[in-house]
């Protein structure tokens, strides 16, 4: 069984990957939940809520719920993550090691 990435824990490829398709899906205007990170990535709702509680927390995202669209959105629009702009998964190493 895979562990929980914990604030205090280094984030893995998967879960950048994550992270980079939820801020990209926010960005577009598309409220994503939870479900959509369960169905695109095949993970569990823990593990979906714990992506957002990453962006939130460790990356210091102005991530918010929206009861009405019921999804995610960034509370201030001009929010630039820093780690997130190369856009791909594959650089989450150099954005984990800016923290």
């Keep these: 069984m ?3 990435t914990h604030q205090d824990e280094p984030a893995t490829q998967g879960q ?3 992270v980079l398709w939820l801020d990209r899906e926010i960005r577009e205007g598309r409220y994503p ?3 959509g990170l369960q169905e695109e990535f095949g993970i569990g709702r823990r593990h ?3 992506t957002v509680a990453f962006l939130r927390h460790s990356l210091g995202a102005p991530v918010a719920y929206s009861k009405k ?4 959105y960034y509370e201030d629009p001009t929010y630039a993550c820093r780690r997130c702009s ?3 998964a594959s650089c ?3 954005c984990w090691r800016s923290r």
Excluded: L, P
């Design 92 to 94: 989450w190493r150099c």
């Design 86 to 88: 190369c856009k791909k």
């Design 69 to 72: 669209r019921g999804g995610y």
């Design 2 to 4: 895979a562990t929980e």
């Design 48 to 50: 979906a809520f714990n």
């Design 33 to 35: 939940a939870v479900e």
């Design 16 to 18: 950048w990957a994550r």
